[in-house]
């Protein structure tokens, strides 16, 4: 991938861009009741609860928040209260980029257009965009799509609206199991890994591995 000039960069945006801070807000809220390893047991369900959530047909984000965390709160012998769903739901505008994200995105930015394709809503999504430091050509979420990442069809979704191919763009995003396996499935052969400590290295899905988005001018040339 040396070199490639994608017609445009396409990314993930929570965990990668933006500091995806799901497991902080379950701590606030359940920390004091759980021991620190039944917290860390807490959190994890919650995060693969919110997965399986998102693989059947889409619903808003706020039901799969609530959803996640009732069965998590179950699962853990914990207490759930509607309100602390929500109360983490309306969190998310309100989180800002990674440190390295706004100085290596704005390098980029002036030689090739940015997209996200973002498992959000469309009221979450330009609170944490316009903190990234950077013009975005476009920005799509789930919720046009009709469909959460790691699911096809937002994938789709996105090439269509930019009338490109799998070959035209870099995907771009810290997760495997919400994109890179998607992409590469889908023949979205250029992919960069940033690894931000959320997943293990899996060679087989053919990427180019980064430690942060100051690594990203560096794979294109810039």
Aim: overall charge negative; charged content about 25%.
């Amino acid at each position: 991938m040396s070199q490639f000039r994608p017609k445009f960069i396409t990314f993930d945006c929570y965990g990668t861009l933006t500091n995806f801070q799901m497991a902080e807000a379950a701590q606030e809220i359940y920390g004091a009741q759980l021991s620190e390893e039944r917290m860390r047991e807490f959190i994890k369900n919650f995060s693969a609860y919110r997965l399986d959530e998102i693989l059947g047909d889409w619903k808003p984000y706020n039901e799969v928040v609530h959803n996640a965390l009732e069965r998590a709160c179950k699962r853990n012998g914990v207490a759930f209260d509607p309100a602390e769903a929500r109360k983490i739901y309306e969190k998310v505008p309100s989180w800002g980029p990674h440190p390295d994200v706004p100085a290596g995105l704005a390098k980029v930015a002036k030689e090739i257009p940015l997209v996200i394709l973002s498992n959000a809503m469309d009221e979450q999504i330009p609170h944490n965009v316009e903190k990234l430091g950077a013009p975005f050509h476009a920005v799509f979420t789930a919720q046009q799509a009709q469909s959460y990442k790691p699911r096809m069809r937002g994938f789709e979704y996105m090439l269509d609206q930019l009338n490109a191919r799998p070959e035209d763009i870099l995907h771009v995003s810290s997760s495997f199991r919400y994109d890179l396996m998607t992409a590469h499935d889908l023949g979205i052969k250029n992919k960069v890994w940033v690894n931000r400590g959320h997943e293990p290295a899996n060679p087989y899905y053919g990427y180019t591995e980064i430690k942060d988005i100051g690594g990203l001018p560096g794979v294109v040339g810039l």
